[in-house]
């Protein structure tokens, strides 16, 4: 019992169950976004959005065309709602907090001779063999 305590109490596992649960919130309301609001804002300004009745038959076989369709159209709008109401607003909070970091000092090098990278503290290039200026 001690160790399942342990696992359940890391911090990766309560983190990933929070990021579900919320996730699986945030789902409801993009879906509700794109239902409620987006989609009778396309049949306000193109006609009914509804495309399930677009089907065509071969030997016998119905193709469901408009329910692929429909399915796609959800899905890009899904997407595009959460990219910008989510992805571009969150990549312009991390911008602007980032702003005043230094970048890290570079690791590597390239070689002079043979353009491979190497490590900064090597004196001698470790594919070519020449010897790297101080």
Known sequence: MKGFKQFM???NVVDLAVAVVMGAAFGAVVT??????????IAAIVGKPDFS????EINSSKFLL????????SFLLVAAAVYFFVVLPANALL?????????????TKECPECLSVIPIAARRCAFCTSPLPE
């Open 9 to 11: 109490m890391r911090g």
């Open 32 to 41: 509700a976004l794109v239902k409620d609001l987006i989609t009778p804002l």
């Open 53 to 56: 009745a677009i089907q065509f």
């Open 66 to 73: 408009g329910d692929f369709v429909n399915a796609l159209l």
């Open 95 to 107: 911008a602007r907090m980032r702003r005043g970091e230094a970048p890290p000092d570079p690791t």
